[in-house]
């Protein structure tokens, strides 16, 4: 029988609880903590969020996550916190903040916000009003109003000034922010026995953010495999020319990776238009691109780098394929039962390559895409040397627009030759109708981020007004 070991607030926890129940379930229904609470089960509204940590390099790093949507087995040797673990004979700063600014009102919503406050305090290093309410961009309140709720992270920002970077947690328990139990997590962790987990099961999960809201019920019955934790699948690396990336990385990898932020300068704006906080801490890209969604960002955006995937079977051979290769069809994809995405590399930009991503959907964070959009561009005196350019929800599947990257090798860039490619681009997709759009809105849009990338990146030879 697997045991998970970790800690619960102050609590040590060893369970014979299969892997595959959702924290949240475990939190509320074996443990009675009732202050997580269940709201969406698809981490969208933020009620169920939980601080995570884990001891890296003899520091612990908290991450906010939701617990609707993790399994059980990711709290293996952390810290995991819910409001009750943050309470303490008075106030902590985070709740006084929203009662005198009057953030809360029916309460159901609150504690999550308080949770996500309260990483941020943990995380900050240079606190500022726009990184606090970024932390609560997977926090949705329903009858407060967000401008209180702002105002409570505007004065934390404030009593954040003075905090020690050097050893912020001793400051903020010095300063009420959380127990002083937390000092004491470190060197509790380290005595955790905790196997590494199995790649074994019949499903394997990473963060499980597109898993879980599709068949919840499923995995918490399933013997399943864990990636998250294990290190040699959870990297950034450059080898040979090529920036390698394991298949457990998670998007907030990504957006605060050194080397990713080295090679593209927008990476913060493109990645804050994927999701939430909390779910970019779960969400894995290997998990992004098996899930096969027709929209899936992180899938877009690496398409668009001409990556490639890498496949490992049960005997550890290695198969590499093209991403824009992995796709046959509607939630088919060429990998065998008993392969896992173990790598994925796409080669380092030529200097003078650009890129871009560019999103629509019915509001501007934390939500689905309508159609996506990405475009990595070398350009020369206004000739296009070389192009990849992808698009999502306009087919079945992740879009690579090869025709019109061919067609778009070697010409200069003029209003002509983009409406000319733009044509192109309508030949090779399929858009359908559903909830989020009709099939001739999707094709605007695409044209619409089409040309969006060329505003973006080369405004000095086009005319936004031209391309109306």
């Not at 690396?237 to 090529?242: H, I, L, N, S």
């Not at 030949?427 to 981020?449: A, F, H």
């Amino acid at each position: 029988m697997m045991i998970t070991e970790f800690i619960l607030n102050n609590k040590l926890i060893k369970t014979p609880v299969k892997r595959g129940t959702t924290l949240l379930d475990f939190i509320r229904y074996e443990q009675r903590l009732s202050g997580t609470k269940i709201g969406c089960r698809e981490g969208d509204c933020g009620a169920c969020t939980v601080l995570i940590g884990e001891l890296i390099d003899g520091r612990m790093r908290y991450q906010s996550m939701t617990s609707c949507i993790t399994p059980l087995g990711n709290a293996r040797n952390k810290h995991v916190v819910t409001i009750e673990g943050l309470n303490m004979d008075e106030l902590t700063p985070v709740q006084k903040a929203m009662i005198d600014e009057s953030g809360t009102q029916c309460g159901f919503c609150t504690v999550g916000f308080v949770v996500s406050l309260s990483s941020y305090c943990l995380t900050a290093e240079k606190p500022t009003l726009e990184g606090a309410i970024s932390n609560i961009d997977g926090n949705i309140c329903r009858c407060t109003g967000y401008k209180s709720i702002e105002r409570a992270a505007d004065k934390l920002v404030g009593l954040l000034s003075d905090k020690n970077l050097e050893n912020p947690v001793e400051w903020l328990v010095q300063n009420k922010f959380i127990p002083d139990y937390f000092l004491t997590i470190p060197e509790r962790i380290t005595t955790l026995n905790n196997p590494k987990p199995s790649l074994t099961g019949r499903l394997v999960i990473g963060g499980g953010t597109d898993l879980y809201v599709q068949r919840h019920d499923d995995i918490t019955d399933e013997e399943i495999g864990l990636v998250l934790d294990r290190s040699e699948m959870r990297k950034i690396e450059v080898r040979d020319g090529q920036v390698f990336l394991g298949s457990a990385t998670t998007a907030s990898d990504i957006m605060y990776s050194p080397v990713m932020n080295g090679l593209f300068p927008n990476l913060w704006k493109h990645l804050k238009l994927v999701s939430s906080t909390p779910i970019r801490n779960m969400g894995t890209v290997a998990g992004n691109f098996v899930n096969a969604s027709p929209i899936g960002d992180l899938t877009a955006f690496f398409l668009a780098l001409d990556s490639s995937v890498y496949l490992k079977d049960q005997f550890d051979n290695i198969r590499e394929i093209k991403l824009k290769e992995f796709y046959l069809g509607y939630k088919v994809l060429n990998k065998k039962a008993d392969e896992v995405v173990a790598e994925i590399s796409f080669p380092i930009p030529e200097a003078g390559t650009k890129f871009n991503f560019e999103k629509v959907c019915k509001r501007t964070y934390l939500d689905i895409a309508s159609v996506n959009s990405a475009i990595q561009i070398r350009v020369e005196e206004g000739t296009i040397q070389h192009v990849h350019l992808s698009a999502g929800g306009v087919g079945p599947t992740p879009k690579y627009l090869e025709k019109t990257c061919d067609y778009l090798t070697g010409k200069h860039i003029t209003t002509d030759v983009l409406a000319q490619a733009n044509e192109i681009i309508q030949s090779e997709i399929s858009p359908i109708s559903d909830v989020r759009g009709t099939k001739e809105y999707k094709r605007l849009l695409l044209r619409q981020l089409f040309l969006s990338h060329f505003i973006e990146l080369y405004p000095e030879y086009i005319q936004a007004e031209e391309l109306v």
